[in-house]
Every structure is written in C-alpha cells, then in structure tokens.
C-alpha cells in the first residue's frame, strides 16, 4: 500500500535534453510534495520542493509540477547534465497529525545522463 | 560545517547479535529522524524525535527495534536479536523545523548485513 509511488524504476536520457520524472500519490492528506536526490554511498538531498497551493515551483534547471486533481507530479531538469545521474526520490507530508516532517518517499528512479 | 554523523558505515553481523547504530544530528536542529531503506519497501521512516522526545515510533517493525535519544546530539538504533531481513541501509536525518517545510539533512547511512 505505497502511498507515493514511482512507477518507473529507471530512466535515461541525453546530455542536453529534458528529464522527467513521474511520481503519484494516493492520499489526499498530502499537502506537501518534495524531490530529493540520492548519488551513490551518500544520503539523500534536498532538491525542490511545492506546497499543494501552487501548481509550479521553479529553480535553476529544476521544475516540479504538481496536479491535485489527477494526485501527480512531475519534475523536469532541463538540460540534463551527466552529473545529474542519480537516484530520484520523490516525497510528501501533510499537516494532519501537526508535521510537516514526517515525509513519506517513493522507491526512487534512476536517472542516467549521458554524455 | 559537520553534516549528520552515523556510524558504523558498515556492520556485518551474524542472526541473533544485538546492533547498534549511532547519529550525531546537526548542531541546533530539533528534529531527528531514522529511516530504513531496502530494495523492496524504498525509504520507510522508523521514528522521529523532536527536542530529544519520540514523537512518532510507528514504523518501528517489531519489539526488536528500540530507538532512544538521550541528549540533543546523539541518537541510537538498536535491534536486539537481529535478523537477515533486518539487512538494509539505516539512514538518520535532523532538521532546524524552520526555513523549507520537509527539508532533512541526511547522513550517509549504515548498511547492515545480518547473515
């Protein structure tokens, strides 16, 4: 019962071009949505972050979408640099409960860029 | 500035010893997080902290898992007897709880081999 779920395992794209990365939740308590990024032997980062208010949050080469109605979003990175080869994971909290901190993850994406 | 602190990065250990995993969270920041990350499940949260008092311990798997927080800079993870599905890397994050909502600070994670 994964309540955000990254359905695709892995993704490759070419320097230069753009990157997607899908991510769908299931529970509508969900009011806060964020990417983190996972290179190998480290712990996640901090990417971007959207609150459920807004519908596009935007950040260098990083722009995550988020459409309640259909409970998905999206982040983008265009170009696409081979150092954004990693592991993607996507993330939500909601205020029910009184934290934005209990953040729950998808299984991740892979993403290769190559040169 | 020193990032969250986990060690041992790797332990290796037989069915039925104890482990124990240890974090230093960032200096200042009130929330601590353990997360458990395996192939199959992806990033569960296990528990969190916030100012050195469990707050949320309900992904904690069973009685074997004990976590306890005694100062502000330090946190264990115990699992007593271990088990081969405990293996998984053991990740702990800290966060201010100001500035961006959901955003933790992750360490680089102790992968655990129970055989």
């Known amino acids: 019962d994964q309540q955000v779920k990254q359905n695709s395992p892995s993704l490759s794209v070419q320097e230069g071009r753009i990157s997607i990365l899908n991510c769908d939740y299931t529970?509508?308590?969900?009011?806060?949505f964020l990417w983190y990024k996972k290179y190998p032997a480290e712990g996640p980062t901090f990417l971007i972050s959207i609150s459920s208010i807004k519908d596009k949050n935007e950040d260098g080469r990083f722009t995550v979408f988020l459409n309640k109605s259909a409970k998905h979003l999206s982040l983008h990175i265009v170009p696409s640099q081979p150092g954004d080869s990693a592991v993607y994971f996507c993330a939500a909290s909601g205020h029910s409960g009184g934290s934005n901190y209990k953040l729950t993850f998808g299984k991740g994406t892979l993403l290769t860029v190559n040169p | 500035d020193a990032g969250v602190i986990q060690s041992p990065r790797h332990e290796v250990t037989e069915m039925g010893q104890e482990v124990t995993l240890r974090c230093k969270p960032i200096s200042g920041h009130d929330y601590l997080f353990w997360y458990r990350q395996t192939m199959m499940r992806g990033l569960e949260l296990l528990i969190y902290f916030n100012n050195n008092v469990p707050i949320d311990d309900s992904g904690m798997p069973e009685d074997r898992f004990s976590a306890k927080m005694p100062n502000a800079s330090f946190s264990t993870l115990k699992i007593q007897p271990s088990e081969p599905r405990d293996s998984a890397v053991y990740f702990c994050?800290?966060?201010?709880?100001?500035?961006?909502?959901?955003?933790?600070?992750f360490g680089e994670g102790s992968r655990l081999t129970v055989l």
């Open positions: 994050a800290s966060s201010p709880g100001t500035g961006v909502a959901g955003e933790l600070f």
């Open positions: 529970n509508s308590m969900f009011d806060y």
